[in-house]
């Protein structure tokens, strides 16, 4: 069974310019994810989907980052414009229809630097 | 506030020698809790998950957990930690009730041969 993909996997950018993210979970799981982790911290969540809806974005800054998930399979995160303190790594997870965050699992993530 | 704290930034021990994790929360009931371990460039891996019952856990790569109540805490061990056990790891906490899931700063793990 393939994994959760992310791609890029590396991203520098500077400030102020846009970036994209792509995520494609595990064929068949109805939950996606993405979180966002700093450096020396753990993983935050910035939204939740349940197939093409979004559940939680509470901590989603949407002044700046949003996400779709149009067709409830892959999903993409944007940031317009990065700030520097966006430089982290970007984290999608995917979990089976019926399951919440106690059986998600993660693809590699996106590293981003804004420079 | 909820809260996970992970008291120790980094810990380094020898190959072979025992390890322990520790794992402090502050929920209003009795939480989901797990562990999960991040290898460099890699995503986060499940070692193991508390939900009830037995408060000593199993988990993959030969882990376990220990639930304690009394001390709301969920540390993690290994009887002898191999090189490849060298990453990062977290707890994370999730209320019964709802999806927040929340996790510590995480502890870095050197190994020394």
């Known amino acids: 069974e393939a994994g959760v993909a992310q791609s890029p996997r590396y991203k520098i950018i500077e400030k102020r310019q846009s970036v994209a993210f792509w995520c494609n979970p595990i064929?068949?799981?109805?939950?996606l994810y993405w979180y966002q982790q700093i450096l020396g911290q753990g993983p935050k969540l910035l939204i939740q989907f349940q197939n093409n809806g979004v559940v939680d974005d509470s901590q989603l800054p949407k002044d700046r980052f949003s996400a779709e998930r149009l067709k409830g399979v892959d999903s993409t995160l944007k940031i317009q414009p990065a700030k520097l303190e966006d430089s982290a790594v970007y984290l999608c997870?995917?979990?089976?229809?019926?399951?919440?965050?106690?059986?998600?699992?993660f693809g590699p993530g996106t590293r981003l630097l804004v420079l | 506030a909820q809260s996970v704290t992970q008291p120790d930034i980094h810990i380094t021990v020898s190959e072979g020698a025992s390890l322990e994790l520790r794992c402090n929360y502050s929920?209003?009931?009795?939480?989901?809790l797990f562990w999960y371990v991040q290898s460099p460039g890699q995503g986060l891996q499940l070692l193991l998950k508390y939900f009830s019952g037995d408060t000593l856990v199993q988990g993959i790569k030969g882990f376990e957990a220990e639930f304690k109540r009394s001390q709301s805490s969920f540390n993690l061990r290994k009887p002898s930690v191999h090189w490849s056990d060298a990453a990062e790891y977290f707890c994370a906490v999730a209320p019964y009730n709802n999806n927040d899931m929340r996790f510590g700063a995480g502890t870095r793990l050197t190994v020394k041969p």
């Open positions: 997870a995917s979990s089976p229809e019926g399951q919440g965050r106690e059986t998600q699992y």
């Open positions: 929920y209003g009931a009795t939480p989901y």
């Open positions: 064929s068949g799981h109805a939950t």
